[in-house]
């Protein structure tokens, strides 16, 4: 005589799925921890388009074959479970599943195409949408024993542990409802994690039951900051100012998740690489900016005034790294000379010892050099064209020695520029 697992599985495998329900809901009156059983009944509940049911039934089996210590039976009901997560649009729980079972066998040909789907459906998700979410754990929050609420088509009465067989023996169980959200990590147990690629920044507090109503996160170009209430009353506040780099706020994006909050904040300069979160340096102003760089300018033209002036007769032509060959860096020299002594429009107000306009480091630098013995002036021009402009010296019997190098300043590199 067939068994009502035996009419199950025939009745799955002429596509009777109503029927395959009803035969293993009645061979889990006997058996109602059978893994096998809730196993079959989830794929008949799959099939029919029942993916509530289906996952209920997948998380039952997956705790009892656990307890039972059946791998073949772990893999097959996490297998389940991960299929009814993707129907239920919920990928970012499908996703966590399904590698459950991957990792358990690399080789399982559908769970390998359910994940290749579930990769697919992300990719289409904007970053902030909740199907992204991931509030499952490998283990599902189910008793494992027999009483399973409505497992084998009955409501079980607290009160006489009578109970009464529904209606429609199809029916075997409600809706699961998604975990309760965990309880609030405390304020002194709460991280902070990072990482980056070229493009952005990856920032995840590690803090559990953050209130996503209740939650202000703030973004500028050099600052971010997170508040939101704890639940003794009091409130979580973190400040990082200033990043160690500028961002993008209208690009950033953040994701308070039952579990933790993810923000990822966009590089205002793509494949700059951040070594560290935070800058040991406050930010500058743009107005500082210039000063700095008007000051920096200037201390550059008083420290050439201090190198060694002192003259010695040279040949007139020197070692250069100019693809054209040797520079005649003594006819250079006198043309400037000639240039700047001309009368008239050119050169006039620069010369002027009450000039106040243009730039005062460039105006610097033409007086210091129109009253520079040609030697001098040879040594300014060739440290100052053959280093892109990051050395001034006036040294002409070190600098004829060879081509004068790049040096850029502290923190800065020198690039080729095609």
């Not at 079972?101 to 789907?117: E, F, P, S, Y």
């Not at 704890?230 to 994006?253: E, H, M, N, Q």
């Not at 070594?275 to 930010?283: F, G, K, M, R, Y």
């Not at 060879?402 to 800065?412: F, I, L, S």
Request: some cysteine; aromatic content about 6%; proline content about 6%.
């Amino acid at each position: 005589m067939a068994t009502q697992a035996d009419l199950g599985k025939k009745a799955l495998g002429a596509q009777d799925y109503a029927g395959a329900i009803k035969q293993y809901t009645l061979a889990l009156k006997s058996s109602p921890t059978s893994p096998d059983y809730l196993i079959q009944r989830a794929t008949a509940y799959q099939r029919a388009k029942k993916y509530a049911e289906a996952l209920q039934d997948a998380e039952y089996a997956v705790v009892n074959a656990q307890k039972r210590a059946k791998k073949e039976l772990i893999i097959e009901s996490q297998f389940r479970r991960g299929c009814a997560l993707h129907s239920l649009e919920r990928y970012g729980d499908a996703e966590l599943v399904l590698g459950v079972v991957l990792k358990l066998n690399k080789d399982h040909k559908m769970a390998n195409m359910w994940a290749a789907k579930t990769e697919t459906a992300l990719k289409d998700l904007p970053m902030s949408d909740e199907k992204r979410q991931c509030t499952v754990k490998e283990t599902p929050d189910v008793d494992a024993g027999s009483e399973m609420g409505s497992v084998d088509g009955t409501s079980t009465s607290p009160t006489n542990g009578t109970s009464s067989t529904a209606s429609d023996p199809t029916s075997a169980h409600p809706t699961p409802t998604r975990p309760a959200a965990p309880q609030q990590t405390p304020a002194d147990k709460i991280r902070y994690d990072w990482y980056q690629n070229t493009n952005s920044v990856f920032f995840t507090l590690l803090a559990k039951g953050v209130p996503k109503d209740k939650a202000q996160v703030d973004i500028t170009e050099r600052s971010l900051t997170i508040s939101f209430p704890l639940i003794t009353g009091s409130s979580y506040d973190l400040t990082l100012d200033p990043l160690f780099a500028g961002v993008k706020p209208a690009d950033c994006i953040t994701r308070v998740m039952p579990t933790k909050v993810e923000i990822v904040l966009a590089k205002a300069t793509p494949g700059q690489k951040w070594s560290a979160l935070e800058s040991s340096e406050p930010a500058a102003t743009k107005t500082d900016s210039v000063a700095g760089a008007a000051a920096d300018g200037q201390d550059a033209m008083k420290r050439a005034i201090l190198t060694d002036t002192t003259n010695k007769p040279t040949a007139p032509a020197y070692p250069t790294s100019s693809k054209n060959g040797p520079k005649d860096w003594d006819k250079i020299t006198k043309d400037l000379g000639k240039s700047s002594a001309v009368d008239g429009k050119k050169g006039s107000l620069e010369d002027d010892d009450d000039y106040e306009g243009g730039d005062e480091a460039n105006h610097f630098f033409k007086k210091l050099f129109k009253g520079a013995s040609p030697e001098v002036q040879r040594a300014m021009m060739k440290s100052y064209t053959e280093s892109n402009g990051t050395a001034l010296s006036t040294n002409w019997d070190e600098v004829s020695k060879g081509p004068v190098e790049t040096a850029p300043p502290d923190g800065m590199e020198a690039k080729q520029w095609s």
